[in-house]
């Protein structure tokens, strides 16, 4: 068993923050868009639009019959998991690592929400070339996770290490 007071637990309120922006950026793009409208933000470069993934990123998987939603629900509850084992085992001293772990730990939970409440996960961010080049649309979640990601490759490669 970890010992708790050394572990990176601390971190799980970054996780909260995440799940909370984006859920709360979602419900404002729910309640303020249109399918597919684009409101620019950066002509030509940057809008707000609403859309709906039942796939996984990119929208793999979106035009299978539904038993996609479950599977994706089951790989976030055992990322999860295995992210909350991993930050209670992570000496506090591991900063970054922490936080990127807690940063995809959000992400991850935040659209787990989406995807078992309403079959689906809330889109509203657009980065495109003018009207000719799209980038797939993503939310909060998705960049936390990215995010995270890129944390936990630069703290491989660049971070501090073992004596």
């Given at each position: 068993?970890?010992?708790?007071?050394?572990?990176?637990?601390?971190?799980?309120?970054?996780?909260?923050?995440?799940?909370?922006?984006?859920?709360?950026?979602?419900?404002?793009?729910?309640?303020?868009?249109?399918?597919?409208?684009?409101?620019?933000?950066?002509?030509?470069?940057?809008?707000?639009?609403?859309?709906?993934?039942?796939?996984?990123?990119?929208?793999?998987?979106?035009?299978?019959?539904?038993?996609?939603?479950?599977?994706?629900?089951?790989?976030?509850?055992?990322?999860?998991?295995?992210?909350?084992?991993?930050?209670?085992?992570?000496?506090?001293?591991?900063?970054?690592?922490?936080?990127?772990?807690?940063?995809?730990?959000?992400?991850?939970?935040?659209?787990l929400y989406d995807r078992v409440v309403h079959g689906k996960v809330t889109d509203f961010i657009l980065v495109h070339w003018q009207q000719s080049w799209f980038f797939p649309a993503f939310n909060i979640?998705?960049?936390?996770?990215?995010?995270?990601?890129?944390?936990?490759?630069?703290?491989?490669?660049?971070?501090?290490?073992?004596?």
């Amino acid at each position: 068993m970890p010992d708790l007071r050394r572990g990176s637990l601390i971190w799980l309120w970054l996780s909260v923050v995440v799940i909370a922006l984006d859920q709360a950026t979602k419900w404002i793009a729910v309640d303020a868009l249109q399918l597919y409208q684009q409101v620019p933000i950066i002509d030509g470069l940057f809008s707000f639009t609403l859309a709906y993934n039942t796939g996984a990123a990119f929208s793999f998987l979106a035009d299978a019959s539904g038993w996609q939603r479950w599977l994706f629900a089951g790989i976030a509850v055992v990322v999860s998991v295995v992210l909350c084992v991993w930050l209670a085992r992570l000496d506090r001293a591991r900063k970054m690592e922490a936080i990127a772990l807690a940063l995809i730990l959000g992400g991850a939970l935040g659209n787990l929400y989406d995807r078992v409440v309403h079959g689906k996960v809330t889109d509203f961010i657009l980065v495109h070339w003018q009207q000719s080049w799209f980038f797939p649309a993503f939310n909060i979640a998705d960049s936390a996770i990215t995010v995270g990601a890129v944390l936990l490759l630069l703290d491989m490669f660049f971070g501090r290490k073992p004596e």
